[in-house]
C-alpha cells in the first residue's frame, strides 16, 4: 500500500476514535467474511461501526487521537467496533452475536472515553440495563425519601381521622361513652 493510501486509512481511524463514545477491539481470526457482514451489520443497528484494521496503522491512529493506552491490545489480528451512541448498545450486539453464532471472535478490550477496558468489563457493560431502565431505578430512588416524608407527615393526620370518624360512628349510632 502507498504511503497516501496509509495517511489516508490512519486519518479515517483517528477520526472514528475522536467521534465514538465506545471502542471494543476484538480478535477476529478464523471468521469468514459473510461473518464480517453480519457483524458490520449489527454494529450499524447498534449505532456503530466495526473496522478490521491493521495494527500498526490503528497504533498510529490512536496515538495521535490520544488513545495510547490501547497500544497493548493491538497485537494479532485485530477489529475495532467503534460506538458512537450508547456503549452498552454496542457491547450487547457483539457479546450476542458471540453467544448465539458460539464464533471464534473475541473481546481482547476496549476504551470507554479516556478509561481502558478489560473483556470483563466489556461483558459488565453488555449486562447493564438499558439507560431508560437506569435513569427510572434513580428516579424511584431520588423520589423513595419524599414518598417516605409523605408518609411520616401524613401518619398523625391519618390517626386523627381515623379517630374523628369513629367518634362520628359511635355518635350516630346513639352509643355514648361519656
Request: no cysteine.
Amino acid at each position: 500500500m502507498k504511503k497516501e493510501g496509509k495517511a489516508v486509512i490512519i486519518d479515517n481511524l483517528e477520526e472514528s476514535f475522536k467521534k465514538s463514545s465506545v471502542g471494543i477491539l476484538t480478535n477476529y481470526k478464523g471468521l469468514k467474511n459473510v461473518d464480517l457482514l453480519e457483524i458490520r451489520k449489527r454494529m450499524r443497528t447498534a449505532g456503530g461501526k466495526f473496522e478490521v484494521v491493521k495494527n500498526t496503522l490503528a497504533k498510529f491512529a490512536a496515538d495521535k487521537a490520544g488513545y495510547d493506552q490501547i497500544d497493548s491490545l493491538l497485537n494479532d489480528t485485530t477489529a475495532i467496533a467503534f460506538g458512537f451512541k450508547d456503549a452498552r448498545d454496542i457491547a450487547v450486539a457483539l457479546a450476542d452475536y458471540i453467544r448465539t453464532t458460539k464464533t471464534t471472535l473475541s473481546i481482547k478490550g476496549g476504551f470507554l472515553g479516556s478509561k481502558l477496558l478489560t473483556p470483563q468489563d466489556v461483558q459488565t457493560i453488555a449486562t447493564l440495563p438499558t439507560r431508560e431502565v437506569l435513569l427510572a431505578m434513580l428516579l424511584g430512588q431520588l423520589q423513595s425519601p419524599i414518598v417516605m416524608l409523605m408518609g411520616q407527615l401524613n401518619a398523625p393526620v391519618s390517626g386523627l381521622v381515623n379517630v374523628l370518624n369513629g367518634r362520628k360512628k359511635q355518635l350516630e349510632g346513639g352509643t355514648t361513652n361519656g
